[in-house]
């Protein structure tokens, strides 16, 4: 549904009364348009003579940034339907099929992160050989990017508080936190880069 609908029809159903969408369709999309501005820098280096030397890396980039961007935007209907289960096992008061898709749930958003993380480490392989030019995307994409993990995080940590596994929760912990750090990382390092092409 709202990777074929327009921006304005979904935050229109974001901000209104109801309970679906909510924070992980919006991490989705976040994640979708950091794809979106890798895909803009990768385009525009390739086919620039003065970037010829990098341009397989530059496409390669491109190919699987616009990947990431189809399934972040299918990821914003798979939460919304996620959503919906869980809103439904909350009013049904059976805590064993509420654990269940809050687990479910959690593999979702953790998946959802982990592709926020590559997206990151994308970005950054984009700002190291693209257009330099375009120094102020490469930043730009950082914080979208970066926003983009820790709201998947925070969808994380929200339904994990309905699992009762305790192995299963420190573990989660521990990748939420690896991926925090990851993330944290890269951002420094993107923005480092583009404020030498900017200052």
Request: glycine share 2%; proline share 1%.
């Given at each position: 549904?709202?990777?074929?609908?327009?921006?304005?029809?979904?935050?229109?159903?974001?901000?209104?009364?109801?309970?679906?969408?909510?924070?992980?369709?919006?991490?989705?999309?976040t994640g979708?348009?950091?794809?979106?501005?890798?895909?803009?820098?990768?385009?525009?280096?390739?086919?620039?003579?003065k970037y010829a030397?990098?341009?397989?890396?530059?496409q390669?980039?491109?190919?699987?940034?616009?990947?990431?961007?189809?399934?972040?935007?299918?990821?914003?209907d798979?939460d919304?339907q996620?959503?919906?289960?869980?809103?439904?096992?909350?009013?049904?008061?059976?805590?064993?099929?509420?654990?269940?898709?809050?687990?479910?749930?959690?593999?979702f958003?953790?998946?959802?992160?982990?592709?926020?993380?590559?997206l990151?480490?994308?970005?950054?392989?984009i700002?190291?050989?693209?257009?330099q030019?375009l120094?102020?995307?490469?930043?730009v994409?950082?914080?979208?990017g970066?926003?983009?993990?820790?709201?998947?995080?925070?969808?994380?940590?929200?339904?994990?508080?309905n699992?009762?596994?305790?192995?299963?929760?420190?573990n989660?912990?521990?990748?939420?936190?690896?991926?925090?750090?990851?993330?944290?990382?890269?951002k420094?390092?993107?923005?480092?880069?583009?404020?030498?092409?900017i200052y």
């Open positions: 549904m709202y990777d074929k609908s327009t921006i304005a029809e979904f935050l229109s159903d974001l901000s209104s009364k109801n309970s679906i969408p909510g924070g992980g369709s919006a991490a989705a999309l979708a348009i950091n794809a979106a501005l890798i895909s803009f820098i990768a385009n525009l280096t390739i086919g620039k003579e030397a990098v341009e397989i890396e530059a390669e980039i491109l190919a699987e940034s616009e990947e990431l961007k189809l399934e972040m935007l299918k990821m914003m798979q919304a996620i959503l919906q289960d869980i809103l439904a096992k909350y009013k049904s008061s059976n805590q064993a099929e509420l654990e269940k898709v809050c687990q479910s749930a959690v593999e958003s953790l998946t959802m992160s982990k592709k926020a993380v590559r990151m480490r994308l970005t950054l392989e700002s190291e050989i693209g257009n030019l120094a102020s995307d490469f930043e994409a950082a914080y979208l970066d926003a983009a993990v820790n709201s998947a995080i925070a969808n994380v940590k929200i339904n994990l508080k699992v009762k596994k305790i192995d299963y929760i420190n989660v912990k521990q990748e939420c936190s690896k991926l925090k750090t990851k993330s944290s990382n890269l420094t390092e993107i923005i480092e880069l583009a404020e030498q092409k």
